[in-house]
């Protein structure tokens, strides 16, 4: 049984991580530049990587405390049952706000997404210069991910 439930905790996370990632897709393909994308392919999957190495640190975060109630609940050895329901209800109540913040990111993106005066992808020279500093703070938020993960 403790395998079973440990499957299913695992499986929320992963349909978490998918959701995430494929809401970071969809605003790079929607609001990106085609011929950027196409330009910089490398940089476009370094920037989807370490997206999704801070989407599983939002994950780990989130775990950690349910990790922990663990702990001290195979330290009295009972009430494992209780650590199941408040863990379904925990991980809905956390991943709901988490979503939520990401499709109000959408929302965002949408708004502001023709006003940036610089490239979702941007050479290093272009990135510190002087006309684009405004820039630069929303570019690299979202081509590292921290836009859609709710961080």
Not at 18 to 45: H, M, N
Not at 94 to 121: E, N, P, Q, R, V
Not at 126 to 150: D, E, K, R, Y
Request: aromatic letters at 20%.
């Amino acid at each position: 049984m403790f395998k079973t439930q440990i499957w299913q905790l695992i499986k929320v996370h992963l349909f978490f991580l998918l959701t995430i990632f494929s809401a970071r897709l969809f605003i790079l393909f929607y609001f990106g530049d085609a011929e950027k994308i196409q330009q910089f392919p490398v940089d476009i999957f370094q920037a989807l990587f370490l997206g999704l190495r801070l989407d599983l640190t939002v994950i780990g975060y989130i775990q950690s405390i349910l990790t922990i109630l663990l702990i001290f609940i195979f330290i009295a050895n009972r009430g494992f049952k209780l650590f199941l329901n408040f863990a379904k209800i925990y991980l809905i109540g956390i991943y709901s706000i988490a979503l939520s913040l990401t499709i109000a990111d959408l929302g965002f993106f949408s708004f502001f997404a023709f006003s940036f005066s610089a490239s979702l992808i941007l050479t290093p020279h272009q990135l510190f210069h002087p006309n684009c500093l405004h820039n630069s703070a929303i570019v690299i938020a979202f081509l590292t991910g921290f836009t859609t993960s709710g961080s």
